[in-house]
């Protein structure tokens, strides 16, 4: 299928864009009547992905990925459904460098001068902060699958969806499941950025009368190297639990130097990259009974199982989907493929649909109320023999939890 660039390796700050079109429609199209091919012209979606930069592990194994994916099997299947007529999927994007400027620039562009049909969001709940206010005054409807903010939910902006459980649900799941398992107290560190100062200020919210005493609690900033002073006192202190409400390479800094200087806590628990791939990968069998956020896996759904098979055969077996927002992120594309055949293009009903309909997904239904996800309960998730098992909620768990982390390995 032919694209002006491997999607693997793209060239940061140039944009690229892909017409990922089956060969064989090419000469069945030659001989339709012009009107008829005139009704086929090309979707343009448009986006901004970090390629480069601090944001480019989570970009590129939660999102990105999903979106070359959708729309080769779109266009696999004769093209989008719009209304009834079947349009190829043409990709229209560029690298954002990890950069808030470059991401909001890209998104006014896109929308403003070059009026794509639609725009799919970039990665993370900083980014999404920053776009999602100039979607809402362009009237595109924005399903953000890798934005974790209450902040987001209360700006109250209609165009706007959250696909990932917020920050309550998430710490009240993690609080809920300690508590039924014995922890007595916790220690936690955290980013010091709206997503680590959101999800603490939950977490402190979720431990008021739960009978867990927080005996530590850090804050660190993005991008930090070495976090082993903080772990060490953090040690001293044997919580039962430690909570770290991190971003990917700060999850696997804290699990290597929590193994290197021996801390070892009934309940090990961090955040964002913890359902990745490249966690096991790094740890091996160390990351046997790590926690982390994660909401699904190939045992969710058979139609989670059919998607995790499509995207490994696409990707690779070294480029699985996360167990966290891969599945909200192709959970999203599912809403956006429905909406767009009940409503057409028309932004402002495709909007209405989404708010207005309970949605079947690869993670379960799915509603909204206001820009909420109200559908998807908080979640944990457990490393155990080499999958990322959901394992509270008891009722969408793919797996007990093992409810004491074994050594370091």
Same mark, same amino acid.
């Given at each position: ?44 979606? $448009? ?13 590129? *194994? ?19 459904? *719009? ?8 990709? *229209?994007?560029? @690298? @954002? ?27 993370? #709940? ?10 809402? &005054?362009?009237?595109?409807?924005? +399903? ?6 209450? &902040? ?7 165009? =706007? ?22 922890? !007595? ?23 008021? $009368? ?5 005996? @530590? ?10 976090? #082993?002073?903080?772990?060490?006192? +953090? ?16 999850? +696997?800094?804290? %699990?290597?130097? #929590? ?26 069998? $160390? ?7 994660? %909401? ?8 989670? !199982? ?15 989907? @996360? ?20 409503? $057409?293009?028309?932004?402002?009903? +495709? ?36 999958? =990322? ?21």
């Amino acid at each position: 299928m032919p694209q002006d660039k491997q999607p693997q390796d793209p060239k940061p700050g140039i944009a690229r864009r892909t017409l990922v079109q089956a060969a064989i429609a090419a000469p069945a199209a030659l001989a339709m009547p012009a009107i008829v091919r005139a009704q086929a012209a090309p979707v343009r979606i $448009g986006y901004a992905m970090a390629r480069t930069g601090p944001w480019t592990t989570g970009a590129q *194994v939660s999102q990105e990925p999903n979106y070359l994916l959708w729309a080769e099997q779109q266009n696999a299947a004769g093209g989008l459904n *719009v209304k009834g007529t079947k349009r190829p999927i043409e990709l *229209v994007s560029s @690298d @954002d460098q990890s950069n808030i400027e470059t991401c909001v620039r890209t998104y006014e562009k896109l929308m403003g001068s070059d009026k794509v049909d639609l725009v799919l969001p970039p990665w993370g #709940s900083n980014a999404n902060f920053a776009v999602a206010p100039l979607a809402n &005054r362009f009237g595109y409807p924005f +399903i953000a699958p890798t934005a974790l903010s209450r &902040r987001l939910v209360e700006m109250k902006l209609p165009y =706007f969806f959250l696909m990932l459980q917020q920050p309550k649900a998430m710490m009240d799941a993690l609080v809920d499941m300690l508590k039924a398992n014995g922890a !007595k107290t916790a220690a936690v560190v955290y980013v010091d950025d709206l997503f680590g100062l959101e999800n603490y200020a939950a977490l402190k919210v979720a431990l008021k $009368g739960s009978g867990i005493s927080l005996v @530590d609690d850090k804050s660190y900033p993005l991008g930090v190297k070495d976090l #082993s002073p903080v772990l060490r006192s +953090i040690k001293d202190k044997n919580p039962d639990a430690f909570i770290g409400l991190t971003y990917p390479p700060d999850t +696997i800094l804290a %699990s290597r130097q #929590s193994k290197e200087i021996g801390f070892n806590p009934k309940f090990f628990y961090a955040s964002v990259g913890t359902a990745f791939q490249l966690y096991r990968n790094v740890m091996k069998e $160390g990351a046997e009974g790590v926690l982390g956020m994660g %909401s699904w896996n190939g045992k969710t759904s058979p139609a989670a !199982k059919a998607y995790f098979d499509a995207h490994v055969k696409k990707f690779g077996a070294a480029k699985e989907p @996360d167990r966290w927002a891969s599945g909200a992120t192709w959970a999203g594309l599912e809403i956006l493929t429905a909406a767009v055949a009940k409503a $057409g293009l028309d932004k402002k009903a +495709i909007r209405d649909y989404v708010a207005g309909t309970e949605h079947n997904t690869i993670l379960g239904k799915i509603k909204f109320a206001g820009s909420e996800n109200v559908g998807t309960p908080g979640t944990v998730g457990q490393w155990q023999k080499g999958e =990322f098992e959901v394992v509270w909620p008891k009722a969408g768990a793919t797996a007990p939890l093992v409810p004491a982390k074994p050594a370091w390995v």
